[in-house]
């Protein structure tokens, strides 16, 4: 069982910046590539980013290249998400997702179905 925390959300300018947070607790975390994903009201859970065991391959969706970075440190067990420039259309929930796998270079599912944990999510709400 892996237990995940996020924090850092909030309400921010458009333009601004906020760095996710994501604490792990349970297993053995660094044996997980983590994803984070986005919901935002009336739609369904999309896809953000991703990263695999060792930090050293992330990707992105086309909506946030160039605008946020995907990182972890796992000596503390925690995976961030920078997030600059931030939109109005960037307004949503934002969960962090663990992957388990045997491959230090997967960077994790596109699908939120191939995730085994979540947490409970983190909002941020971008003004105009």
């Known amino acids: 069982q892996v237990q995940l925390v996020e924090s850092g959300g909030g309400l921010v300018q458009a333009g601004g910046s906020l760095r996710l947070s994501c604490a792990a607790s349970?297993?053995?975390?660094?044996?997980?590539?983590m994803g984070w994903f986005r919901q935002a009201p009336g739609k369904e859970r999309e896809f953000v980013a991703g990263?695999?065991?060792?930090?050293?391959?992330?990707y992105y969706a086309d909506s946030v290249k160039g605008r946020f970075t995907i990182s972890r440190d796992n000596a503390k067990n925690t995976v961030y998400l920078q997030i600059d420039s931030l939109k109005p259309e960037d307004t949503a929930v934002y969960y962090c997702?663990?992957?388990?796998?045997?491959?230090?270079?997967?960077?994790?599912?596109?699908?939120?179905?191939?995730?085994?944990?979540w947490g409970q999510g983190t909002q941020v709400t971008v003004s105009s």
């Open positions: 990263i695999s065991w060792r930090g050293g391959r992330t």
């Open positions: 349970g297993r053995t975390f660094s044996s997980y590539a």
């Open positions: 997702a663990a992957d388990h796998t045997p491959s230090p270079y997967y960077s994790g599912s596109y699908f939120a179905a191939g995730y085994d944990y």
